[in-house]
C-alpha cells in the first residue's frame, strides 16, 4: 500500500506493535499525547470474534474537537450495547503526530484498542463542517484505505457518514459509500442489523450487494447508484439512477420519540482538557424560530423535547457515572425549553451545594433569559453570549430573527444590572439585500451598547464582538443566494474595525479565503470531489485552523481541475435550478423555502410555529405523529396512576 | 474546622502523559465519583479545596506523588483510598492516605527534595563485560559531572533562551546498583531552590560527554518526594 507520501508500507502492523512503538517512541515527542492514547474512564473496551461488527466512529477533527459532540457518544452507547457489535474511536492526528506515525510506520489506529483502522467493517465519519473534508480522506490514507469508493471491495472497510454535512453529501460522494441524513439512533441498528446478514452470504458476499440492502432503508443515500448530469453552463441537468430499484428521493429520519431514545448517561470522561468539558444534557432537538440563513434550525425539525422527569433522571445519571462539575443545557435554543425555568431552579437546588454547576450554551435576547442565566450563575459566574445577528430592525425582517434593536438594549441593560460584565455579541455580514446601512447598524449597536454599559457600571466591563460571514447552506431559504465577494467584505470587516476600536472593546473576524472555501463546499456538487483529492494531495488539511489552512493550495488544485469558485460561492441561482443536494429530503418542501425567501426580500416575517400555529413547512405529518405519541404518553401515565 | 488527609499516590501508564493541570480536574471528578465530600474552596468559582505537591514533567512516571486533600468529615483512611481507588480511572492509585494535623498542612514548603531514577538506553546492546566497565566509567563521570562548580545550560522558558545553573539544583547522583543488564541512577533534586527543576535537563547535560556512545535516557521515574525533618 502507498500512502500519500509515495511511502510503502512493508507490512501490517498488529496492535500490540502499535501500543509499542506510541508508548516508547512517539508519544513523549508530540504535543499533547492525551490525545492519542484513550484509557479514559468510562471507556469501552470489548473483546471480539470474527461474529462482532467493529465500527470505528471517526472525527475527522482533533480528539478535543471531536470528544465534544454528543451525537458521537450517542453513537459509541448504542452501537457498544449491542452484543454482536463494537464501535471504538478515531481521531485526525495534529500535524506532527502524523509524521512521526509516517516515519515509525503505523497506520491510524483506534484509542480503545489501538486496532489499525483498515481492520473495521465500518468507519463512520461525523460531519459537522465542510472544512473537514480534506481530514476526511487523511484519515482514510493514514488508515492505509483507499479513498475512493470504486476501489474498495468487500474486503476494506464500509466507509459511512453522517450529521449536519450529509444534507448536502455531493462533494464526498466519489470517497464515501454511504450517507446516513438525519437523526442516527435508529438507523445505526438498522444498518449493523443489514451488516449482520450480509455476513451470513458468506465467502461469495459481494459489496454491491451490501450497498443494494443498505439502500432499502429509510435515511440511507449510495451516491454511486446515481449518476449525474449537465448543462453546458455547468448547472446540473438531472441525476439519474444506475440502478433500477434504488430510492428517488432520500428521506431524513426522524426521531419521533426523543424522550424514550437511548441518552448516553456514562460518556468518557476525558483525561485532558477539551474543548466542552462537562456533561451535555440535550433537552431538546430542533428549532422552529425560523432564521433564514440557519441550516440547523431546518435540517434538524422539527421540535422534539425531553420531558422534564427524564433530564431530572439523566442528569442525575450523568453526574453520578462522569463526576463532572458542569451540566450544560444544550439545544439549538435553550431557553425555549417549555419548562426551562422550572427544570433550572430544580437542578441548581440540587448541585449547588456540591459544587456543579448549570449552563446555558447561548441565550435568547430577552429579560427571561438573562433572569435565567441569573439563576444558573448561583453557582458559577461566567460571561454572557447573545447572537443578535444583525444591526437593524430592516435587516431582522429580512433573516426572520424577530429581535428588534430595543429588545437587545432592554436585555443588555438588564445584564448589567445583574451583574454580568462580560459580554460576547455575535453579527453576520453578507446577508442578502445588505446595504451600508445594515453595517453601521451593526457598529451603532455595539456603540450603543459600549454606550450602556459606561453608564451603568464605569469602565470595568468588556465586550467581544464576533463577526462572521453569511455563508449561503444547503436546505434553506437562503440556498439560492450568491455569497458576498471578498473584496466587499474585506471592506466591510475594516470599516467596523475602524468604528468600533475601543478599550473595552475586542473584534474578531474570519478569514475571508476559509468563508468562501466553505461558501462552495456548502453547496457544491461531486465535481468538487477532485478539487477535494487535489488539494488534499498537496498537503491540505485541518482547513478550519488557521495555522494549517493554506489558500495557495486550494487555488492551484481549482486551477488544476478547472473549476471556477465563483460558480459555486457567488453566482445566485434561480428557482427552477436543480441543487446538488436535491435528492435528500429533508422534510421541508423547496416551495416553502422558496416562499420564506420571497418573504424575506419583501421584509416579511412569520413567528415560530409553536405560537403562531402551522406555517406548512412540509412536515406536517411528523408533528401529528408526535402530538399523537405525547398523548398516548401521557394517557399511558394517567392509566397507571389509575392502576 | 476541616480535615487534611495527605494522600500519597502513583501516577503511571497512560496518565504519564498527562498535564499537571488536567490532573487536578481528572482527581476532582475521580472524588465526586467516588462521593467524597471535599470542602469547596470561596470565590466567584467554588472548587475543591485540595493541594497538589509539585508538578511531574510530562512523560514522567512518580511512583509516591503526594497531595493534601480537606475533607467535610473524618473519614477512615482506608475508606478514602478504597474508594477512590474503585473509580479513579487507569494509571491513578492511591497507595496510602494519613490524616494531617492543621500545622503540617502548606505541602509545597514542607516537600524539600525529589528523587528520580533514570534508566539509561543504549543504541547497541551491553553485555556483563561492557556493562561492568560502563560503571566505573560512568561513576567516575559522575563525580566529575558534581565537581564542577557551576553547570551552565541554557533552558528554553517563555521569555526565550536563558541561562540556568543546574548545579545547585543537584543534590546528589549515584548509580543504583541492578541485576538485570541496565543502568540505572538515582538523582536528587532539591525542589526548594528556585522551584523544581526537570530532571531531563540535568541529565541530558551530563550524557553530553557520551555522544558517541549514543547513550540516551530510556525512562525516568520519580520515585518518591521526601519531606525535609526539621
Known sequence: MINKYGKVHVYKKTNKEIEKILFSEILEKVEKPGRYIGKEYNEIVKKSDNKTIKVALSFPDLYEIGMSYLGFKILYDIINKREDALAERVFSPAGDMEELMLKKNIPLFSLETYRPLSDFDIIGFSLQHELCYTNVLNIMSLGNIDIHSFKRNESNPLIIAGGPSAFNPEPLADFVDLFVIGDGEDIINEIIDVYQLWLKEGEAREKKSLLKKLDKLSGTYVPSFYDVNYFSDGRIKSFQKNEQEVKTKIKKRILVDLDSAPFPVSPIVPNIDIVHDRITLEIFRGCTRGCRFCQAGMIYRPVRERTEKNLLKLADESLEHTGYEEISLSSLSSSDYSQIDSLIEKLVDRYQDRGVGVSLPSLRIDGFSVQLARQTQRVRKTGLTFAPEVGTDRMSNTVNKNVSENDLYQTIQYAFKEGWRRIKLYFMIGLPTETWDDIEGIINMVKKVEMIGKKMVGKKFSLSISVNAFIPKSHTPFQWVGQEKEDILKEKYNYITKKIRSKNISYSYPDTKLSLLEAIFARGDRRLGKVLEEAYRMGCKFDSWREYFNFNNWETAFQKCQIDMSFYAHRERNKEEIMPWDLIDCGIKKDFLWLEWQRALQGVTIDDCRSSGCHNCGLQEVCKKLIETKNNKEADVKECIID | MSCIYRVKYEKNGPLKFISHLDLNSLFCRTLRRAKIDVELTQGFNPRFKISFGPALPLGIAGWQEVLDIYLLKELDNEQIKEKINRFAPV??????????????????????????????????????????????????????????????????????????????????????????????????????????????????EFLKKFEEQKIGISEIIREQLIVKVS
Open chain 2, 91 to 204: 494509571g491513578l492509585k492511591i497507595k496510602e492516605v494519613e490524616p494531617i494535623s492543621e500545622k503540617e498542612n502548606g505541602l509545597s514548603k514542607s516537600l524539600k527534595w525529589a528523587n528520580y531514577l533514570i534508566q539509561l538506553g543504549f543504541d547497541g546492546k551491553i553485555n556483563r563485560l561492557a556493562k561492568e566497565e560502563y560503571y566505573s566509567y560512568l561513576e567516575g563521570n559522575i563525580n566529575n559531572f558534581l565537581n564542577q562548580k557551576n553547570i551552565l545550560v541554557e533552558k528554553n522558558t517563555k521569555k526565550g533562551l536563558r541561562e540556568v545553573d543546574l548545579r545547585p539544583y543537584i543534590e546528589k547522583m549515584e548509580i543504583v546498583p541492578c541485576q538485570d543488564k541496565i543502568i540505572i541512577i538515582r538523582l536528587i533534586v532539591d525542589i526548594q531552590y528556585k522551584g523544581s527543576i526537570n530532571p531531563n535537563l540535568i541529565i541530558n
